[in-house]
T-cell receptor
């Protein structure tokens, strides 16, 4: 069974205080690992897809990295507008039309001015 | 470009009532799916479809029906609502093996 564990559950930072969110996973053959951002009352918004260990992707103050067991979302010098819940999901490499996406419970990030 | 559109945004039902949550996408995506999101739990897949006329069950399908008569629309039907179905429902779509695009959600309360 595919599993995704995100930590911490919640994180409060001061504006400009860099940190990292963790996503540990077990999956029978990884097709892709996804990071989404979710604001209150809205649907998840796509951030990154990582496909293989060692891959890194960046977008503004966010950088996602991937190893064979976990992914990190690094937030550099965050601003209050980065406050959101960050979701991690893995897609298994399996046949048929199954979605194969397993989501973690998310990390609720608050950036205080 | 509207993306994935869900209606209604909010709904209150009484136990035993039935209703349909609507979902439409204008991106010509072959794959569409329904998730529910509950506090303290990750998004869980209810039903999905890989194309018009083809649907299948996800992780938590009991109490829900779906159909896919067109590429654009994927409605979710609650046959006889129960308090356990109180949740936020998200519709999502994508092309094969690409990222999911989510709608803005329907907050459902069953009393």
């Amino acid at each position: 069974e595919d599993q995704v564990t995100q930590s911490p559950e919640a994180l409060r930072l001061q504006e400009g205080e860099s940190s990292s969110l963790n996503c540990s996973y077990t999956v029978s053959g990884l097709r892709g690992l996804f990071w989404y951002r979710q604001d209150p009352g809205k649907g998840p918004e796509f951030l990154f897809t990582l496909y293989s260990a060692g891959e890194e992707k960046e977008k503004e103050r966010l950088k996602a990295t991937l190893t064979k067991k976990e992914s990190f979302l690094h937030i550099t010098a965050p601003k209050p507008e980065d406050s959101a819940t960050y979701l991690c999901a893995v897609q298994a490499r399996r046949g048929g039309g199954a979605d194969g996406l397993t989501f973690g419970k998310g990390t609720h990030l608050i950036i205080q001015p | 470009n509207a993306g994935v559109t869900q209606t209604p945004k909010f709904q209150v039902l009484k136990t035993g009532q039935s209703m349909t949550l609507q979902c439409a996408q204008d991106m010509n995506h072959e794959y569409m799916s329904w998730y529910r999101q509950d506090p303290g739990m990750g998004l869980r897949l209810i039903h999905y479809s890989v194309g018009a006329g083809i649907t299948d069950q996800g992780e938590v399908p009991n109490g829900y029906n779906v159909s896919r008569s067109t590429t654009e629309d994927f409605p979710l039907r609650l046959l006889s609502a129960a308090p356990s179905q109180t949740s936020v429902y998200f519709c999502a779509s994508r092309r094969a093996n690409e990222k999911l695009f989510f709608g803005s959600g329907t907050q459902l309360s069953v009393l």
